[in-house]
């Protein structure tokens, strides 16, 4: 029997915000009624939802007028989306509602610029900095000029290097020899596509193997999650461009098949150096959330970081929320209260495959079709699979014709739990297939030979390492 009642505030875009109101709503301490303010009518989210607000480009004051007119049913928010984040959302519906949110204020969304990260880096964790050079916009008077000190810092460092953009481009403003360019000419073409609009980074290209850390926090304290592995390139054997996620997957330990305890020990003791510098003596209540969702790479110089995001991963969070032992409600409002202490996992594996569009990441340049989704057929396989597969829409529309309908994004993805990584591969891979629609998937995420492609490779730079 279900008891005390609480309204949440759920910020929403994608399969992300699905997940979260689907590890809230099996809450058996909470009846929990869900205030959603959504980029779309996501269709899992009008069906949970007491209140349902669609705001397309979640844009925050209209999120904040939102709250502010349920705020007396409201007990705390949480925002699953960066944008919101990075534009203060959480500063301001708190200062005009004092609904208590949950993600770090604007000031800790670090995200926002890759730039102070690795000055950060630099001041905290140093040997886990890459080789970088910072090129700002307002520091050079001609394109000669700039390319000058771009070939002068080549020189020191070598050609391999990424460039990105400082503020967020989803990853489309990054670039990396030998992927989006293979000559100085080519790097100096993108390079300039990047300055016209932002300050840009060039850094050594780091060769290892990757993963994701990420951690809940409640001001005090940072509570660890489980490790993930995340799939960028578009398609199997790593091909095509990068994109928002296309699957992931998590062992059955805290850390993956690639690494060891130790590595996930070393992951640990750099977030917690990054934290304490962030959140200074005692307690610092606006890191809030998800203040640290890192993206490691394993090298044979120990753990880089490529990159640190101040929200919650998509897909990587899809991996954890299904299989936390604790209700996550009450994991919530230990964040708010800040007495957080610890986060239980079940012992289980899990894998994420996404299902996208026909004409996303350039699967085809041109589709016409019909972008109708039916997803009947894998919700039908949840009844005999239980609590072992979930199906969390992202980038789709419930319209009024009563049918939903795939956006321009990742559509929809089936998370499968198993007690090995290939069981869990495979109820994932049963729900996509059984998904009705014009998309397309990888279908390697977490398969064997990808791992063991990982394993000998970390084998290989341990050698090296000695």
Not at 12 to 19: E, I, K, L, T, V
Not at 48 to 59: E, F, G, Q, R, W
Not at 164 to 180: E, F, I, M, Q, Y
Not at 258 to 285: C, H, M, V, Y
Request: aromatic letters at 8%; charged letters at 30%; one cysteine or more.
């Amino acid at each position: 029997m279900r008891g005390e009642k609480v309204g949440i505030l759920v910020i929403s875009y994608g399969s992300r915000a699905a997940a979260m109101i689907d590890a809230l709503s099996r809450s058996e301490e909470y009846a929990v009624r869900f205030y959603i303010a959504d980029k779309q009518r996501n269709p899992f989210n009008v069906k949970h939802a007491a209140k349902h607000v669609v705001i397309p480009d979640l844009n925050i004051i209209k999120i904040c007028d939102f709250v502010e007119a349920n705020k007396n049913e409201i007990d705390f928010g949480i925002c699953g989306p960066e944008q919101p984040i990075i534009d203060g959302v959480r500063d301001v519906i708190e200062s005009r509602t004092g609904v208590a949110m949950i993600c770090p204020t604007k000031r800790y969304a670090i995200e926002g610029s890759k730039v102070s990260q690795r000055v950060l880096l630099d001041e905290c964790c140093a040997d886990a900095n890459p080789i970088f050079k910072v090129f700002p916009r307002a520091d050079y008077a001609s394109v000669s000029e700039v390319k000058n000190a771009v070939w002068q810092f080549l020189d020191e460092i070598g050609d391999e290097v990424a460039v990105k953009p400082d503020t967020p481009a989803a990853g489309k403003g990054v670039g990396v020899w030998g992927d989006h360019f293979t000559s100085r000419e080519q790097l100096f073409e993108h390079f300039l596509s990047v300055f016209e609009s932002s300050d840009v980074l060039i850094e050594e290209k780091v060769e290892g193997e990757e993963s994701s850390f990420q951690a809940f926090c409640d001001g005090k304290r940072l509570v660890p999650l489980p490790d993930t592995r995340d799939y960028k390139r578009a398609f199997d054997s790593d091909l095509g461009q990068n994109t928002g996620g296309m699957g992931s997957y998590k062992a059955k330990q805290d850390w993956l098949p690639f690494i060891d305890k130790k590595d996930r020990e070393e992951e640990e003791k750099l977030a917690q150096k990054i934290f304490s510098r962030l959140r200074g003596n005692g307690s610092n209540e606006e890191l809030r959330g998800v203040p640290l969702y890192v993206a490691f790479m394993h090298t044979d110089e120990g753990a880089k970081i490529l990159e640190i995001n101040s929200r919650p991963g998509d897909p990587e969070i899809l991996n954890i929320l299904p299989v936390l032992k604790n209700d996550f409600v009450d994991v919530c409002f230990r964040m708010v209260e800040g007495n957080l202490s610890n986060v239980e996992c079940m012992n289980k594996a899990t894998v994420v495959t996404y299902a996208v569009p026909m004409d996303y990441s350039g699967y085809r340049e041109i589709y016409s079709g019909d972008r109708r989704v039916n997803l009947s057929g894998a919700q039908a396989l949840q009844k005999g699979y239980g609590d072992n597969l979930r199906v969390y829409p992202g980038s789709m529309e419930l319209r009024e014709d009563g049918y939903t309908y795939a956006l321009g994004s990742r559509t929809v993805c089936a998370v499968g739990i198993g007690d090995s990584i290939e069981a869990a591969r495979d109820v994932s891979l049963d729900g996509i297939r059984n998904i009705d629609g014009a998309l397309w998937n990888r279908w390697e995420i977490g398969a064997e030979h990808h791992i063991e492609q990982s394993v000998r490779r970390m084998k290989e730079l341990r050698a090296k390492e000695r």
